[in-house]
């Protein structure tokens, strides 16, 4: 009997979700709205924390809990105003990582609707 491969596995693993955070991270560095909301000068602590969360939550590694306990989201993200124009920046630039991945359909699908649904649950602030 063979073992059923993780998400994470199925996709290549930590290179393709260091590939994407990095992608998507390229966008943020230079966006108007999403910038402002990572105070750090150097925005590789926010990448490096977003990678190893996709990792294991996708099936990877526990790094990130080991290392920051419970992911928290909602809280982590509370003290930023997060609305529609940051969701909508978030998911443009998400596109564009998604789509360099070059996944098969199914996986792109899988990981897309879960980014969609992420963008939404972080929105705090009308407008």
Known sequence: M???QSFYEQVGGEPTFRRLVHRFYEGVAADPVLRPMY???DLGPA???FTLFLMQYWGGPRTYSDN???PRLR????PFAVDRAAHDAWLRHMRD???ELGLPPEQETQ???YLVYAAASMVN???
């Open 97 to 99: 990582a998604v789509d």
């Open 2 to 4: 063979t073992e059923q």
């Open 111 to 113: 990981l897309w609707n």
């Open 39 to 41: 105070p750090e000068e």
């Open 47 to 49: 990448e490096e924390r």
């Open 68 to 70: 920051r306990g419970h």
């Open 125 to 127: 602030t009308p407008g």
């Open 75 to 78: 809280m982590r993200h509370a």
